[in-house]
């Protein structure tokens, strides 16, 4: 039976279950034949890697080696890991981990601007000359006294230095590699709207851009509004200035913004800024702010930082001066009408004087 760790922080971001669908990634984990497994889930799509891991934690006979699972989202970002079966996790004198320890592990882990980074087992075995044959009783190679100095209390295990050290770089050493393989294999070979879905930021972002290379716009824009708000927000600034002008996709953007959040909002300004927004997106904003009154500061920015206003938009603009309500909406708008007074088309013209506006 496996036994199974709070994880903390990935328990919450990854909610897809770990199954026995894998195949093997040729991606070596370290020099003791661990190899780094594709997982899949139910619906057999790639979710996530992991290795059955079997390691020695150092190079003397006073270490216990470690079996453990470890898994990785398909960007090579740690997941968590797992003890299988009956298998523990030792300290100095083979004093197992007590449940905190298993979790702090976790931490440490999931920590990956760690100290630890700057030092290998290896590393630290020569630096500090360890040898099995004179290590005192009170200086087990693990909680050798020598090493300890170089981390701060929290990095590691205390009685578990080099299992921690050991540990969180097989977490995080190759990150690079299984990020390439979602890359290059995995969007070569799967469906991209299978991996679209998947826990990858990048392989998701990866599928997003092979799917609209292969469909039209109309299909991208469909599937752009169904995207979660994180993907949306690195997928925006990818499109081109020409594929944002594109009718689909502006309505696509236009429905994003109105359901976003702030964030999403922000992010949506930017691009209509520097891309220009549709005329149609603008007339709509005149009616949806009577819905949604925060939208009103997007519709001024878009109104005061366009190029030049179509005869349709400055009547539009009348006629919001003349219909909305609030006081303080319409003299910010006013303000920036006044100010085109030498743009007026000949029909404006009139109809400000025949309406007195």
């Known amino acids: 039976m496996i036994k199974f760790f709070p994880l903390l922080f990935s328990f919450f971001l990854l909610a897809f279950e770990v199954n026995e669908l894998a195949s093997n990634t040729e991606i070596e984990l370290d020099k003791y034949g661990n190899v780094i497994q594709l997982g899949r889930n139910k619906e057999n799509i790639p979710s996530y890697y992991w290795a059955d891991v079997f390691t020695p934690v150092c190079n003397t006979s006073e270490c216990l080696p470690v079996k453990i699972h470890i898994y990785w989202d398909l960007d090579g970002n740690y997941w968590k890991y797992e003890m299988p079966g009956e298998e523990i996790l030792t300290k100095t004198e083979h004093e197992p981990f007590t449940k905190r320890e298993y979790v702090l592990l976790d931490l440490i882990m999931q920590d990956s601007f760690s100290v630890i980074k700057k030092y290998t087992v290896d590393y630290l075995e020569e630096m500090f000359h360890v040898d099995s044959t004179h290590v005192s009783e009170d200086e087990e190679v693990d909680g050798i006294t020598g090493p300890t100095t170089l981390m701060p209390e929290g990095s590691y295990i205390p009685g578990a230095l080099y299992t921690s050290v050991r540990l969180w770089h097989l977490a995080h050493d190759k990150k690079k590699m299984m990020a390439s393989h979602t890359k290059s294999v995995l969007l070569n070979s799967q469906n991209p709207d299978e991996l679209i879905s998947s826990n990858s930021e990048q392989g998701s972002l990866y599928a997003l851009m092979k799917y609209k290379k292969e469909t039209d716009l109309q299909m991208f824009a469909d599937k752009l509004i169904a995207l979660d708000n994180s993907l949306i927000m690195r997928t925006l600034p990818k499109l081109s200035a020409e594929e944002v002008l594109d009718t689909n996709i502006q309505k696509a953007i236009y429905t994003i913004f109105k359901q976003g959040d702030d964030d999403i909002r922000f992010e949506i300004n930017l691009i ?86």
């Open 272 to 357: 209509w800024q520097m891309n220009s927004c549709a005329e149609n997106t603008i007339m709509d904003m005149f009616s949806y702010v009577q819905e949604d009154p925060t939208s009103f500061q997007y519709l001024y920015d878009l109104l005061k930082n366009r190029e030049a206003w179509s005869e349709d938009l400055q009547h539009a603009v009348i006629d919001f001066l003349q219909t909305d309500r609030n006081l303080n909406r319409k003299q910010k708008i006013r303000g920036l009408f006044n100010a085109r007074e030498v743009e007026y088309y000949k029909s404006v013209k009139r109809r400000v004087k025949r309406e007195r506006i």
